[in-house]
């Protein structure tokens, strides 16, 4: 299971009333992936994405989600970062 405690997303200009549903599939993208390992993490950071502005919702929080399973994934490995800035940009 994926714990998150606080989630800091960032946008694209337009997208600000996309942004609840995205939230809302993000999370249950995140339900659907596993994690092979307990890791307590204080900051995972995420580099920034490339969005598609013609994507639907669903395929931006599928997106986002993969950066995060695929950060996580790095940080088992003994890879990733967890250090400032800060952890969501995503661009057009």
Known sequence: MLNIDRLSLRL??????????????????????????SVSLERLEIPP??????ASNA????QIAGAIHAGLTDH????????PPAPW????
Request: glycine content about 14%.
């Open 49 to 54: 994405l490339t969005v598609d502005p013609a």
């Open 12 to 37: 694209p200009p337009g997208f600000e009333h996309r942004g609840g549903e995205i939230v809302q599939l993000l999370g249950e993208a995140l339900a659907a992936r596993r994690v092979s390992a």
């Open 59 to 62: 395929a931006i929080a599928e």
């Open 76 to 83: 088992q490995n003994g890879g990733g970062s967890v250090s």
């Open 89 to 92: 940009k995503m661009s057009e």
